[in-house]
């Protein structure tokens, strides 16, 4: 799978976007068959919470923003170059001195992520930071059920084992900054889906991205100052904010997820 196409469902190559499309949706019949959906998360954004807020500029005044993850966070489909995470920065160069470092790379899974973190390098960058951005979870998904065959039985065996990887990524990851940087805000995206009712099956696909949802908010109460932005509902019934891929979001559609990042962090 080549890196400069990661995205977050089938982030392939054009050819394989229906097989694949077909083989999760599958996927997620059978996993909600099974009964391991889960309550859902992502409809609605819940309310606004009142968390303890990343925390204050360093001595030197800069606000530091210190981003990692997959081709979202790097902010692949936004025609303007920026995606959300530049939007985020630029909102708190407003308020004064700001610095953001942005190591996402296009198509990693969580454990090439949790092994950047692991770095010295990338420790002593977080240990500065006082907002941590991580996307992880979108190419686990769309991988795990590429490489599952082509039964629906094969392609939910496959997806839970992935599930059970990236859950154990996502603590390490967190563990990771959390131990390089106990105050800093941490805010971790949510997965959506890029397909929609009308061209996926709606709620049939939406299943297994909610199911993985609900797994990414349970690991992150598992952590101090750690809070999950979701995506979900921007995207549903929302064609218009997806970028030429049809798979990344457009540069409406990150400015929506930074802005729902500033309201929590």
Known sequence: ???????????????????????????????????????????????????VHAKAAGPDGVFRILVVGDSLARGTGDETGKGYARDVFEA????????????????????????????????SLAARANLILVSAGGND?????????????EMADSVAASQARYVQNLRGILAALREANPEARIAVLGLYDPFGDERAG????????????????????????????????????????????????????????AKRVLQVV
Request: glycine content about 12%; charged content about 15%; hydrophobic content about 45%.
């Open 141 to 153: 998904l769309s991988h795990g059920a590429t490489r599952g065959g082509t039964g629906a039985a």
């Open 202 to 257: 709606g709620h049939v696909g939406a299943s297994v991205v909610l199911q993985w949802n609900e797994l990414i908010a349970e690991t992150a109460l598992g952590f101090p100052n750690v809070v999950v932005i979701p995506t979900f509902d921007l995207f549903q019934g929302r064609p218009d904010r997806l970028s030429a891929d049809r798979y990344h979001p457009n540069a409406a559609a990150y400015e929506e997820i």
């Open 92 to 123: 708190y160069q407003k308020k004064g001195k700001a610095d953001i470092t942005n190591l996402a790379v296009n198509g990693m899974e969580s454990p090439e992520i949790r092994a950047v973190v692991e770095t010295p390098n990338v420790r």
């Open 1 to 51: 799978m080549a890196r400069g196409l990661s995205r977050f469902w089938f982030w392939t190559a054009p050819l394989a976007v229906g097989v694949a499309a077909a083989l999760v949706l599958g996927t997620g019949f059978v996993l909600a068959l099974r009964g391991t959906t889960g309550n859902p998360l992502g409809g609605a954004p819940p309310p606004a919470p009142t968390p």
